[in-house]
């Protein structure tokens, strides 16, 4: 089996664990934790970084340290892993669904229209017409690593006074003009759950340049405590902290960070010139302003091709030792829990959501399995 994305284990990580092991430095506290979020700020420049457990509860915290109320309603794309709707949730507030672009990241014209025409702004903030409730913050999903328009998405922020917070989960290294991805909006958080760019196996991070919400989030990520010595708690808290294990996992990935990346690269050019001749496949691109981590790869299986992208998945899986892929999430608007609320002009979506397939994109990938992929998929396509 030729898998979609499998971690890659290397460096210091064995080193790092085993003197974690040896000193029993096991728990919330440790060297490692400290050293991991150091490496973060640095590689990114944020001021401040805070290890969580895992992205879902880094966004969660994020969410709520940016003031998002319940019964306040949080601007969202409904093509996202359904973790981000979660963390809406856990802050009993509601998503509102938009629209994807052609990069699959947030429609940002279908966004400022939605402000314009179906909001009103008040001395409280933004108001929605039809609910009476108050749109609070907006959370831009980098898609596969591939970043969001954020100078565009930072002005309608501004204009209408909401909180930009970034799901960077997948978007680690990833850069916009130059900047990166998850140190733009007012707070962000990136992902180290076992299939991503690099990993600690589970954890998060948010990371922020102020200072005010990064104590907030630390302060709440660690129970809340007041007083840590008399056991005081003067307010509901998070066992949310990542454990000196888990970061000294991740530090040794931080340090492989800049090469898995250049193999992304490196492999996407390859999809990208063995499957250009392919009739009704299409490589995911991205925008000229940024330099994605490529994270993970999409082919769209459009018109032209033998197969529906369903089809195509199942034949994969099947053809020869195997050819792991997986279809693009169902949107989070069809979702069962999320179904009632609001959603606004969805149309490419839904194109994207039946097209899309992520195909194998390990660091560890070769190119003889590119090959072995890139064949199956073009022999496919002639399939009768």
Known sequence: MIPLSEPNITGNAWKYVKECLDTNWVGYFGKFIDKLEEEVCHYTGAKYAIACINGTSALHLALKVAG????????????????TIAAIRYNDARPVFMDCDEY????????????????????AGLKNKKTGRRVSAIVPVHIFGTPCKMSELMEIAKE???MAVEDSAEALGSTIDGRQAGTIGDIGIYSFSANKLITSAAGGVIVSDNKDLAEQAMYYATIAKDDPIRYVHNNLGYNYRMSNVHAAIGLSQMEKLDEFIEIKKRNYTLYKEKLNDIKGIELLGYPENTDPNLWFYAIMVKEGYEL?????????????????????????????PYGFYQRYEIQNAYKYWKQGLNIPCSTTLTESQIDTTVSAIRKLGQWR
């Open 68 to 83: 998002v109320q319940p019964t306040h309603e949080v601007i969202v794309p409904t093509l996202t892993f359904v973790a």
């Open 104 to 123: 699959l990241n947030l429609d940002v014209g279908k966004v400022r229209r939605f402000c314009e025409e179906e909001c009103i702004k008040t001395p």
């Open 308 to 336: 529906e992208r369903e089809q195509l998945m199942l034949k994969l899986a099947n053809e020869g030792i195997g050819i792991q892929t997986r279809p693009i999430w169902k949107l989070n608007h069809l979702q069962e």
């Open 160 to 162: 209408y006074d909401l």
